[in-house]
């Protein structure tokens, strides 16, 4: 399967490392809106193009992965590109889903293309598990909880912030909420009682290090509704402790069985990821195989991870996953 | 949705339980080999019939659930009833799934039918987050955990030693192993690392508690690998504390992501049931929706859950589950 990667940041490079691990995976361009000869890239021999010359791969890739963000990238990148490729695309913009969905199905549909939207691990994994443990138990309730991990957003915010320098923040699931859950008591949590917020921040010289603290404690939104911890920490210590963008979480269902629903049951799904982007690049590539198959196969239009027999995932043979993994 | 039921042990009863749930689903009859006038089920109205009467139900029945042992019943049943509906089982001798795959396969594609077989939780739920966890992480280890519940076939061995009344024996993860797992450590862990074994033994009168604690713990295959831990425990209690069928499990795969498999991940997908067969139904039924689904597409033969796009199992349109669980 020949892949194309457009967009060559954190996501762009862990989805060339997951085609590395992935033999039936070539990875044909690395496409960039920036200078090319500025772009490095980890994979020997494999060229970085500019993005206005993408159409010369036209034929040349069977998927395009589209690397980029999901407030302006993604929402123009997938539609547009599903008219000269098969795409996929990791767009986690969980309300405008259904438009953008509505987006890249016409597009591919009209150009004989197949399509991927949302795929990742939430959305994506987690979606995929709240929707088996919904058809399986009807009757129960739904828990997310994300983290111990890095949120972009909430250290975007951070960083925004006058007389910070630098900063980072964790979501971090409350111990006892997951307990709660896991015990199948079905609890009502607040906001407050599932995630706590903990940010590692580098003040300017000479910054009100109180006010900061106390204008990110305030932020609605983003932490005023969470017990929030600021640490205020040097430059060299946020590189040295807090490089990693590592993130994970928790789905839960609980629910009833039973004529009189007297029993309960639990089913828990979770993810503990050193890399966030190494981990989404490694979901990507899997359904980019599918994708590719679907597309074979005549089927067109834009599909989520909802729509992919999960058979289309793996490079072995039906007789193979049967016998040694069902 | 109208459904037929083979067999009205446990798993019947569980199967009849979890349509109830199912406002799509209609019970239209339950079939036993028994004398019907002796088998009460327990949603009214639906008639038990001999299953020597079950082709008179051709044209009645969109799936006929098999709800029979995988040791004798399903490998006859499955290929002999996929000739006259769709079927359904949840046949779990694992060495054995690709010769029963293409007896059911065969049957079904000459007669029009479609056919899924092992659909549960192991195999089942499990099967998928192996599958699903192999593809995302191609470099990596699995584990699968069982318990803590109870096991069928090692309840009966005890049974069957001299001087046992009745007994019924829990199999049981070890902590430390789930714990040296999840921590991604990868280990090397034997059988007895795994599990633990826990037996009430009800004897009979007189009879030598030393005998059947000793042939319990060395009986191979089924306890000497393993630290088994034998009580002896009065009919009563027996009834009393130990009458549930609970079970459950973890899955498990460890792996790296990252160019040089610098990051580690874990995927953890566990369950905890209060009732194993309870819960098994409920799946098949979520798993019948998609056979008839399937079916009505003319898609053809015997299928497993690998074979199975997610959104089949849903009630809902792809809107809506696009909108509220992606």
């Known amino acids: 399967m020949k892949i194309g990667i457009l967009g060559y940041g954190n996501l762009g490079k862990g989805v060339e490392c997951a085609i590395k691990q992935n033999a039936d995976c070539e990875l044909v361009a690395v496409f960039t809106r920036r200078d090319p000869s500025s772009v490095k890239v980890l994979t020997p021999d494999v060229p970085v193009v500019s993005v206005d010359d993408i159409e010369s791969y036209v034929g040349k890739i069977d998927v395009l992965i589209l690397a980029g963000g999901s407030a302006t990238d993604l929402p123009k990148q997938t539609p547009e590109y599903a008219k000269l490729f098969n795409v996929i695309d990791s767009f986690d913009t969980h309300a405008k889903i259904p438009e953008h969905f509505a987006n890249v199905d016409a597009a591919a549909k009209a150009n004989g293309h197949t399509a ?20 399986i138990l009807p009757e129960g309730n739904d828990y997310t909880f994300w983290g111990k991990g890095v949120s972009q957003g909430h250290s975007d915010a951070i960083r925004r912030i006058e007389g910070v320098k630098n ?5 971090i699931p409350v111990d006892s909420a997951l307990e709660a859950v896991r015990s199948g008591s079905n609890p ?32 609605p939104n983003y932490f005023s509704d969470y017990d929030t911890t600021v640490n205020f920490i040097s430059e060299e210590e946020l590189a040295t402790n807090h490089a990693g963008i590592p993130h994970g979480g928790f789905v839960f269902r609980t629910g009833k069985t039973g004529w009189d629903g007297e029993y309960n049951n639990v089913i828990e799904y979770s993810l503990k990821l050193d890399s ?20 074979n196969e005549g089927t067109l239009g834009c599909k989520t991870v909802f729509d992919v027999a999960p058979s289309y995932l793996s490079p072995l043979s039906d007789e193979e996953i049967r016998a040694h993994l069902l």
Not at 124 to 130: A, C, E, K, T, Y
Not at 203 to 218: F, V
């Open 188 to 219: 009502e949590l607040t906001t407050r009682q599932k995630h706590t917020r903990e940010c590692f921040v580098v003040a300017e010289e000479g910054a009100d290090k109180a006010k900061i603290e106390s204008e990110i404690k305030n932020m």
């Open 276 to 295: 966030n982007p190494a981990f989404t690049g490694s979901v990507i590539v899997a359904y980019a195989r599918a994708l590719n198959r679907m597309n």
């Open 116 to 135: 991927i939207i949302s795929c990742g691990w939430d959305p994506g994994m987690f979606s995929l598990n709240r929707l088996y443990a919904n058809c």
């Open 167 to 171: 900063g980072k923040q964790y979501t």
